[in-house]
């Protein structure tokens, strides 16, 4: 964790590899390099033949180009206020009010047992007055110790802005560490962990506490420690962690709500008419074949346990369950919204700025290359720090006509990968098809049709999507880089727009087909609709697609909530460690004097993987969160198995940022960015999706029709004949009549679901009255629905502040006591200024002191902290 002189402080490393001239790969040759960086003390200077100075062989060509243009940048950053120390490892390379006090009161002594026991989490409500760093007025704050003034996230922070803004002439003048990476100067840069989080012994650090308190699967109880992952990881990975904790925890209710709405349905399942009529043998309801030629007549009765679970799914509490998930997702977002502002306030992000981004590298590339094309020859400029730093505050310098053909090709791009989303499922549909057609010729196999052309479809939906979420994540990253955005924020946000737009068409293509397509494009006996010649369009179960969309649901969720989320989450990071730890094994290196002593810290988390983002976490919580609310009306398990993924993915992502990724850097920002607006937009369309789930999929609506408007009695029986309609079967088809026909009873007159008038009608097969009450109620449901669940998510967002209250008063308190606290320092200064000047000088002093707990540091000893937004507390 120090310098070789185990007084400074590690804040960040560098490391690149470098190869001998005339050395080739496999000779145990090559070797890799890190440079420790820290912003400690300043103005020392480097000793010949100390712990820095690495003697190396020569080099090839290209790579003394690097070493040129790596001298220079760690010269830059030395004269930034940096100190760097190098160590080399040689190895062989192959390629409230009273009441509210007492009820908190005894709400905290009961959840006691479920506190991580962490220094900062049982003083979370407690804030000192503080106020943005800066060394001009090093007399504001209480700086006891300058060594540990900053924590080690805020000095990598600074550390990593010295390292973005420095400049490297002889690499085209290429700006920043992350350019210099993206030619190959260096490999790698990152910041340090706090030590190993096995050690044995008793030795604490923030990293070792995060995985006994966090990151083990046995503390899955506790609440997070969520001041600790912002002190140690930082804002932006902290809000990511606080985001998901409130969203599991508002998965509770809802699953709950969930778990009683199913019981109802198991409850009253012996009472409902409609179902009971369809297992009711007397009734001799004779359907109509479900397929041409090798299909028989059959017995309606034959699909009761179809009817039975349905009922399940489809009953009047899922119509109040739909309005609760709505009024949910408006809850959990406001609520959202309220905690963001609340860890904003303690984390002092109220008044942060946006912080100045810098191109990204291949940004950069691109400015040069055009460029060179319009100047026709190579012009080489030198510029210093400052005036590469006003030129990145100039305007987009590649115009439309540059990027013209990178929109194109996204537009073009984006359009082929929906395209072959809808025809895998086109496909999926046709195997449905045939293997129905091909299954209803062999007598065994006759009778569990549908249940096995249903199962085998999901599983082939599921294995598609899978692997088409991994293809589509790769596209939508070249796609983005196309585009060339300038920097890092426009790149990302970009990159989570296409990569959500696709994996949303590929996650719920194949239910929404399911949901409003299967069954609506059928036809009927004697007119139906082929895809192929001698294939009818499949039709929904007796009982409605609602309990097929329940099955391609939960299925599709809970394959990719098991498979690609936990399995390979946990799996793959496993099998890269492991190959690692083999090829070590494997490839014997060097003799190293320093082989047998303990790896530094750098060299540990230099085997990590690196980090690369919080979009695939996220993008996994955001498909959840779509199964959670778009279909609920056919699922309300949905959060039950949502809650009980979340309970290990919080411990599963805790683990991999504590155990197996590199330390991320520390990034302040204000809130979780594109991803609310997201959220936000899936919960507007999750009402009106499910407003037409229950109106068009599930019988809600035409039972509520015929209860009220055809029934002699006001209740459902009779329901089941009054959704049947006749067929004269001596009008079928030549050709199309079942073979051999086995059925009971000589057949006149069959029946299938749909409103069309009888064949003795004078319009006959037409489109019945019934049909057109039916859907005139439908769409009538649907507006009414969508405009009264609107009307209180607005109620709701209107009713709930964003800012609590609590946090706005201290806000304003918070800005009062810093004018005081300001003009009474001006005051003091002033005053000073009048009095005799030796006077005056001690009296500073003895000001000074009764301000600080200790002496403040020159301005000398925190080199490049005042590129650092972060805010510092002092007390007053």
């Known amino acids: 964790?120090?310098?070789?002189?185990?007084?400074?402080?590690?804040?960040?490393?560098?490391?690149?590899?470098?190869?001998?001239?005339?050395?080739?790969?496999?000779?145990?040759?090559?070797?890799?390099?890190?440079?420790?960086?820290?912003?400690?003390?300043?103005?020392?200077?480097?000793?010949?033949?100390?712990?820095?100075?690495?003697?190396?062989?020569?080099?090839?060509?290209?790579?003394?180009?690097?070493?040129?243009?790596?001298?220079?940048?760690?010269?830059?950053?030395?004269?930034?206020?940096?100190?760097?120390?190098?160590?080399?490892?040689?190895?062989?390379?192959?390629?409230?009010?009273?009441?509210?006090?007492?009820?908190?009161?005894?709400?905290?002594?009961?959840?006691?047992?479920?506190?991580?026991?962490?220094?900062?989490?049982?003083?979370?409500?407690?804030?000192?007055?503080?106020?943005?760093?800066?060394?001009?007025?090093?007399?504001?704050?209480?700086?006891?110790?300058?060594?540990?003034?900053?924590?080690?996230?805020?000095?990598?922070?600074?550390?990593?802005?010295?390292?973005?803004?420095?400049?490297?002439?002889?690499?085209?003048?290429?700006?920043?560490?992350?350019?210099?990476?993206?030619?190959?100067?260096?490999?790698?840069?990152?910041?340090?962990?706090?030590?190993?989080?096995?050690?044995?012994?008793?030795?604490?650090?923030?990293?070792?506490?995060?995985?006994?308190?966090?990151?083990?699967?046995?503390?899955?109880?506790?609440?997070?420690?969520?001041?600790?992952?912002?002190?140690?990881?930082?804002?932006?990975?902290?809000?990511?962690?606080?985001?998901?904790?409130?969203?599991?925890?508002?998965?509770?209710?809802?699953?709950?709500?969930?778990?009683?709405?199913?019981?109802?349905?198991?409850?009253?399942?012996?009472?409902?008419?409609?179902?009971?009529?369809?297992?009711?043998?007397?009734?001799?309801?004779?359907?109509?074949?479900?397929?041409?030629?090798?299909?028989?007549?059959?017995?309606?009765?034959?699909?009761?346990?179809?009817?039975?679970?349905?009922?399940?799914?489809?009953?009047?509490?899922?119509?109040?369950?739909?309005?609760?998930?709505?009024?949910?997702?408006?809850?959990?977002?406001?609520?959202?919204?309220?905690?963001?502002?609340?860890?904003?306030?303690?984390?002092?992000?109220?008044?942060?700025?946006?912080?100045?981004?810098?191109?990204?590298?291949?940004?950069?590339?691109?400015?040069?290359?055009?460029?060179?094309?319009?100047?026709?020859?190579?012009?080489?400029?030198?510029?210093?720090?400052?005036?590469?730093?006003?030129?990145?505050?100039?305007?987009?310098?590649?115009?439309?006509?540059?990027?013209?053909?990178?929109?194109?090709?996204?537009?073009?791009?984006?359009?082929?990968?929906?395209?072959?989303?809808?025809?895998?499922?086109?496909?999926?549909?046709?195997?449905?098809?045939?293997?129905?057609?091909?299954?209803?010729?062999?007598?065994?196999?006759?009778?569990?049709?549908?249940?096995?052309v249903t199962a085998t479809a999901v599983i082939i939906n599921l294995v598609v999507i899978l692997i088409l979420d991994e293809i589509y994540g790769a596209v939508a990253k070249w796609l983005t880089k196309i585009e060339v955005p300038k920097t890092e924020q426009t790149f990302e946000e970009r990159l989570i727009l296409k990569a959500f737009l696709l994996k949303f068409v590929n996650a719920y293509s194949p239910i929404f087909y399911v949901a409003f397509f299967k069954g609506r494009f059928v036809g009927r006996p004697g007119s139906y609709v082929y895809v192929f010649d001698g294939y009818r369009m499949e039709e929904c179960a007796p009982g409605g697609c609602l309990m097929e969309l329940c099955i391609q649901l939960s299925i599709i969720m809970l394959g990719k909530q098991l498979i690609q989320n936990n399995i390979f989450e946990i799996g793959v990071p496993k099998l890269k460690k492991l190959f690692r730890k083999l090829k070590d094994e494997t490839e014997p290196g060097e003799s190293d004097p320093d082989h047998s002593k303990r790896p530094e810290q750098w060299d540990l988390d230099y085997s990590l993987e690196p980090y690369t983002g919080l979009t695939p976490e996220y993008m996994e919580m955001i498909i959840q969160f779509g199964f959670v609310t778009l279909f609920v009306a056919s699922f309300p398990l949905a959060p039950v198995f949502a809650l009980l993924n979340n309970v290990i993915e919080v411990r599963l992502d805790a683990k991999k940022f504590v155990t197996e990724l590199r330390r991320p850097d520390a990034v302040r920002t204000k809130d979780i960015g594109i991803w609310f607006d997201i959220l936000s937009g899936i919960g507007k369309f999750s009402v009106i999706i499910n407003a037409f789930v229950i109106a068009v999929t599930s019988d809600f609506i035409p039972r509520l029709v015929y209860q009220y408007s055809y029934s002699h009695n006001g209740t459902l029986h009779g329901f089941v004949n009054h959704t049947l309609s006749f067929f004269n079967v001596s009008q079928l088809k030549e050709g199309t009549q079942p073979e051999n026909s086995h059925f009971d009873q000589e057949v006149q007159f069959c029946r299938f679901k749909d409103y069309r008038e009888p064949p003795w009608a004078p319009n006959p097969y037409e489109f019945s009255k019934q049909y057109w009450s039916v859907l005139s109620a439908r769409l009538a449901f649907v507006i009414i629905f969508q405009n009264l669940v609107m009307f209180l998510s607005v109620l709701v967002d209107w009713m709930i502040p964003d800012i609590p209250t609590d946090i706005s008063d201290q806000i304003k308190k918070e800005k009062s006591l810093l004018v005081d606290f300001f003009l009474k320092e001006e005051h003091e200064k002033v005053k000073l200024a009048d009095e005799p000047t030796q006077r005056s000088q001690g009296g500073g002093d003895r000001s000074r002191r009764s301000r600080a707990a200790s002496s403040a540091p020159s301005g000398r000893s925190q080199p490049g902290s005042i590129a650092s937004s972060g805010s510092q507390h002092t007390n007053v």
């Open 1 to 452: 964790m120090h310098f070789h002189d185990n007084q400074r402080k590690v804040d960040y490393v560098l490391a690149y590899h470098y190869r001998k001239r005339g050395a080739h790969l496999g000779q145990g040759s090559p070797g890799h390099s890190l440079a420790v960086v820290s912003n400690g003390e300043t103005g020392k200077e480097r000793r010949a033949g100390g712990p820095g100075d690495i003697e190396l062989g020569p080099l090839d060509a290209l790579e003394e180009e690097r070493r040129e243009q790596r001298d220079e940048f760690e010269h830059n950053l030395m004269a930034a206020g940096l100190e760097l120390e190098k160590d080399l490892e040689m190895y062989e390379i192959k390629a409230g009010g009273s009441i509210a006090k007492t009820f908190n009161a005894i709400l905290q002594k009961l959840s006691s047992p479920l506190q991580p026991r962490v220094p900062e989490h049982n003083n979370n409500r407690m804030k000192n007055l503080s106020y943005p760093f800066s060394r001009e007025k090093m007399y504001l704050y209480n700086i006891q110790e300058k060594d540990t003034f900053f924590d080690n996230a805020t000095r990598s922070r600074i550390v990593h802005e010295i390292l973005k803004r420095t400049a490297c002439s002889r690499a085209n003048n290429t700006m920043g560490i992350n350019s210099l990476i993206a030619n190959n100067i260096y490999e790698a840069a990152y910041p340090l962990h706090d030590g190993e989080y096995d050690s044995p012994g008793d030795d604490m650090n923030d990293r070792k506490l995060l995985y006994q308190e966090w990151a083990r699967y046995g503390v899955f109880y506790k609440f997070q420690p969520i001041d600790l992952i912002r002190k140690y990881f930082g804002e932006k990975i902290g809000l990511y962690f606080a985001w998901l904790g409130l969203y599991t925890s508002f998965l509770i209710p809802s699953s709950v709500t969930g778990v009683i709405v199913f019981l109802y349905g198991c409850a009253t399942i012996e009472e409902d008419i409609p179902s009971k009529e369809m297992c009711d043998q007397h009734n001799a309801f004779t359907m109509c074949p479900l397929c041409d030629k090798s299909c028989d007549y059959w017995n309606l009765s034959s699909a009761c346990g179809t009817a039975r679970a349905s009922h399940l799914f489809d009953n009047p509490a899922t119509v109040f369950f739909s309005i609760f998930m709505a009024l949910w997702a408006t809850m959990f977002l406001e609520n959202w919204k309220r905690l963001q502002m609340r860890l904003g306030y303690f984390w002092d992000l109220t008044g942060i700025e946006e912080e100045e981004e810098h191109s990204r590298p291949e940004y950069e590339t691109k400015v040069r290359e055009k460029m060179l094309k319009e100047s026709g020859k190579l012009v080489v400029q030198k510029l210093d720090a400052n005036s590469a730093e006003d030129d990145e505050d100039d305007e987009d310098k590649l115009s439309w006509r540059d990027r013209f053909p990178g929109y194109l090709m996204n537009f073009a791009s984006i359009l082929f990968m929906i395209a072959l989303t809808f025809s895998i499922v086109f496909g999926v549909i046709v195997y449905r098809i045939t293997t129905a057609a091909a299954l209803s010729l062999n007598k065994a196999t006759r009778s569990n049709v549908r249940v096995t």
